[in-house]
């Protein structure tokens, strides 16, 4: 009998690669068909073959999972494999208040994951992401419809796939110039959103990734007074 993972805690499940796509920067993306993905929640991933693969979105009816990552051997889609998970701790989503600022300087996945079940809620939260991330990025920015306070007017890049669900996001990269984004860290962009709203008290701080960004994310929380969760990424 295959187990079940929905009550989390690392438990093993066999479940089907159904397709891979590859993007520039090394990133991957894998759909695994599972018997049961109502455990995974924002912040989790799944250990295949001993490699952490963070959760980028779920299809409970559907059976399926994505997760995203880069710089990691891939499975052969149409195989069976072993499954553990889901692993880590994941947001409290129950702590979230109307608005969310989300920063992500690693990997992409677990914010989008986050952004999107936030907004999902009811009483729905605002969520507002954003990314810091390294060229070659895996997607080409695209202007943002949306209009966000406090941040400089010709950094308009956004994820395209947030854009498409009407969640506001903005891109920092701090090594190179890339068309829309801001030159920068995810850090830098915290910064100047929270300085221009005077802290905005209905606003709960999520952040993930390495630990300069989570180090900064719990300064600001303390230094405005609000609400904050962090998590590492998940490598």
């Known amino acids: 009998n295959q187990p079940d993972i929905s009550s989390g805690g690392g438990l093993l499940a066999t479940g089907r690669v159904l397709s891979r796509q590859d993007y520039p920067g090394g990133y991957s993306l894998l759909r695994l068909g599972l018997s049961q993905v109502a455990a995974c929640q ?21 059976g399926w999972v994505d997760c995203l990552r880069r710089d990691a051997p891939c499975p052969v889609p149409g195989t069976e494999i072993v499954i553990c998970g889901p692993c880590g701790e994941p947001f409290d989503l129950l702590a979230a208040t109307p608005r969310a600022l989300l920063a992500d300087n690693d990997g992409l996945a677990e914010i989008v994951f986050l952004a999107r079940t936030l907004r999902d809620r009811h009483p729905r ?3 507002f992401a954003l990314f810091e991330l390294t060229p070659p990025l895996p997607f080409r920015p695209q202007p943002s419809k949306m209009v966000v306070a406090g941040l400089p007017a010709g950094g308009i890049g956004a994820l395209p796939l947030l854009e498409d669900w009407a969640i506001p996001s ?5 090594t190179d110039e890339q068309p829309g984004c801001l030159t920068g860290t995810a850090t830098d962009l915290v910064n100047a959103w929270l300085d221009i709203c005077q802290g905005a008290a ?9 630990q300069t960004l989570l ?13 904050w969760q962090i998590r590492p990424a998940q490598r």
């Open 202 to 210: 209905d606003v709960t701080l999520f952040a993930c990734g390495h």
């Open 215 to 227: 180090t900064a994310v719990g300064a600001l929380a303390e230094r405005y007074r609000l609400s």
């Open 170 to 174: 903005r891109i920092a990269c701090p």
């Open 125 to 127: 939260v605002k969520p």
């Open 42 to 62: 924002p912040g989790h991933a799944l250990s295949l073959n001993g490699v952490l693969w963070p959760i980028l979105q779920r299809a409970p009816k559907q």
